[in-house]
């Protein structure tokens, strides 16, 4: 059977939290809804993440991995596993596992007319200060989008990938996922999910990444925005 979704994991610097990862990760692959595979991204890691995620896919079949010559960021990392994805759904969670996998068929069952489905995390188990600075994010995209999300921090996503594929590269895209859609006359929603507190590794956010960073990015979207040229095709002649 052909694989129908594939799971996009950026990882920088995680190697202590990769074993817990890889298990979790076969774990979902053998209850999915959908067949699935996993394309770990290494953004650049300066640890024994590379070399954990090599072995990991050159013994599991339904491992893959890409790897950057140096640190990127996590937009490029998405945005990379967007161009290497051919399946008819990605997916993407972060690598601290603070979101279920399992939760990607929770997701699905929202997916009937859909093009993206994104988590929200109601109870989520961070510090206060991360709460409020990710609360404060997401009221300022808000007001530049209007997209409607209350999370879209959440690292738990499913998109159709045709639409994930046309959506540019920016600084700060894994924030504005459903705007993007939304700009391709897509249909998104939101669905809760469960949320667990770091078990390893540190967070690579700042204040200035929750809440400085998107300010700026919002700026960038709306430019964006006014440029965008959205197209469908109606004929293809060119196979």
């Given amino acids: 059977m052909q694989s129908e979704f594939t799971i996009i994991i950026p990882v920088y610097n995680e190697a202590e939290s ?14 999915a809804h959908k067949k699935s595979v996993v394309l770990f991204v290494n953004d650049g890691s300066t640890d024994e993440s590379l070399k954990l995620i090599r072995e990991q896919c050159t013994s599991n079949p339904s491992f893959k991995y890409i790897s950057f010559d140096r640190n990127y960021g996590l ?10 994805v051919y399946t008819e759904w990605t997916g993407y969670i972060d690598a601290d596992l603070q979101t279920d996998p399992m ?7 929202h997916a009937e007319n859909q093009d993206l489905v994104t988590g929200v995390r109601r109870l989520r188990k961070d510090s206060f200060s991360k709460k409020i600075s990710s609360k404060l994010a997401n009221k300022i995209r808000r007001f530049f989008t209007h997209d409607g999300m209350d999370d879209t921090g959440c690292p738990l996503k499913i998109i159709r990938t045709d639409y994930a594929k046309r959506i540019p590269m920016f600084s700060g895209l894994h924030r504005f996922l459903p705007a993007m859609i939304l700009l391709q006359k897509g249909k998104i929603k939101q669905v809760t999910v469960k949320h667990f507190p770091r078990m390893a590794g540190q967070s690579k956010f700042t204040l200035w990444n929750r809440l400085l960073g ?3 990015d919002c700026f960038a979207y709306l430019w964006m925005k006014r440029k965008y040229i959205n197209y469908r095709i109606a004929e293809d002649g060119s196979k």
């Fill in 18 to 31: 990769l074993n817990r990862l890889f298990q979790k990760m076969q774990d979902y692959i053998f209850a």
């Fill in 75 to 84: 937009s490029a990392a998405i945005k990379a596993g967007f161009d290497h």
């Fill in 103 to 109: 939760d990607f068929n929770l997701l699905f069952e």
């Fill in 214 to 216: 998107p300010l700026q």
